[in-house]
C-alpha cells in the first residue's frame, strides 16, 4: 500500500522549526516578518525540489501542485494545505504540520505515479493566525476579505498590514486578486493537530472534524480619569484599568452562564494608560475574545457582554466604548469530506471520531467555497499555543497516511 516517507516529513518539520526557533524550544514567527519570509522561501524550494509546480499569489499564499497550471473551473483541484505562521512563543506543529505533510503527500503520490482524474495542491496560507487579521490568506482566496479594510488592518503593537506586507514584496492593496475563480476547487482537507486533551485522553488516532468554531473579538476601552495614586482618595478614583477588570471577570461569568455550555472567552490583550504605578490609569483597553459553534449564541453573548460593559462603567463613573474588530462565522465540515476521512482510516486500520474544532482554521473559510473537512490527531497533554506543543512522530505519520488516502479518494 502507498504510504509517505515519515523521516522526510520529520526531517522537514525539523527544518521549518529552525526559522524563528526559540533557545528553549518552540517558535516565533509571525506573517510577513523576516524568519517568516525566510521560511516562505525555504519551502518554495522544497516544493520545487519534490518535482511540484510553485507559486505565489497576491496574498502571499503559496501553492505547490501535480500538474495544474494554476487554479481554473475546467480542472477542478483537490486542495489541501494549512499555514506556516505562528503565534508568538508557539509551537513547531500548528499548521506547519498540514503544508509540510500536504507536500509530502503529493510527493509520495508523484514518485509512486499514483494515478488521480484532479489535480492536488498544497497551500500554505497567509497570516491564519491573525496577527493583521484572522485567517487573512484563505479570506482573499475564497473571496471575502474586505478590501476597502485592508488600509486600517493592524495588528496590536500597531504595525500596519500594508507596511508589513511592502516589506516582504507584496502589495496589500492587491489582496483581492487572490481570489480563485469558482469551481476551481473541488475538495479541501486540512490536516491538524487537535491542540486539544480529547483524543489523547480517549485513545483514539485520528478526529473527523464535523464543524469549527466561530470567533468574535472585539476592543473594549474604559475612560476614566488620570490621578494622583498617592493623593486622591480612594472614593474620588475613576480608575480605567479597575473598570476593564471587572468587565473582564463578569464577562467570563456571563459566558460560562450563558453560553450553552461551548462558548468559551478571553481577554488576551490588555492595555494600561499611562501605565506608570504612580498614577491612577486613566484608561484600561482589552481585547475580548469570544468562541463558540453556534452563530447565534455568540451574537447574543455579544449583545449581553454590550450591556455589562455599559452597567459596570456606569457603576464605575467611567466611559466605555466598544468597537467589534471581526468575526469569523463557524462552519459545518462536508459530510463526502468526513466519509473520505473516515474510509481512509478504515483503509489503514485506525479508529476515529467525528469532533468539534474548538480553534479556527482556514478549512472555514474553505467550507464556504467548497467541500472542506479536517483530520485531527492527538497532541501531547493537549497543550498548543506554547512552546511545549508536541504530538507523537508515530501519531503524525498516520495523520499524513490518513491525508494521503482522503485525498486520493476525493481526486479518483
Ligand atoms: C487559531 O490558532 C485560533 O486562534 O483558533
Ligand atoms: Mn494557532
Ligand atoms: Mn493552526
Partial sequence: MIAIDP???RSRVETLARFGGLPGGGVTRPCWSPPYEEARAWLLGEIRAAGLEAWVDPAGNVFGATGMGGFGAERPAV????????VPEGGILDGALGVLAGLEVLQTI????????????????SDEEGRYGSLFGSRAFCGTLDLLRVEEMA??????????????GFDARRSGEAKAPAGAVAAYVELHIEQGPRLEEAGIPIGVVDSIVGVRRSRVVFTGQADHAGTTP??????????????????????????????VTNFGVVHVHPGVS??????GELVHEMRGPDAKTLEALARRCASLASRVARRRGVGVELRPMSATAPALCAERVQAA???ACATLGLGSTRLYSAAGHDAQNLAAITDAGMIFIPSKGGRSHRVDEM??????????NVLLHALLALAA
Fill in 278 to 283: 504612580n498614577i491612577v490609569p486613566a484608561r
Fill in 155 to 168: 495588528a496590536v503593537d500597531g504595525e500596519r498590514l500594508v507596511d508589513a506586507m511592502a516589506r516582504a
Fill in 391 to 400: 504530538s507523537d512522530w508515530d501519531a503524525i505519520a498516520r495523520g499524513a
Fill in 110 to 125: 508523484r514518485e509512486a505515479k499514483t494515478a488521480h482524474r484532479l489535480p492536488l495542491a498544497v497551500a500554505a496560507w
Fill in 234 to 263: 480612594m472614593e474620588r478614583r475613576r480608575d480605567g484599568f479597575l473598570a476593564a477588570a471587572d468587565y473582564a471577570l463578569k464577562a467570563r461569568d456571563l459566558v460560562v452562564k450563558h453560553g450553552g455550555g461551548r462558548s
Fill in 7 to 9: 523521516a522526510r516529513l
Fill in 341 to 343: 476521512i473516515e474510509g
Fill in 79 to 86: 486542495l489541501t494545505g494549512s499555514h506556516i505562521d505562528t
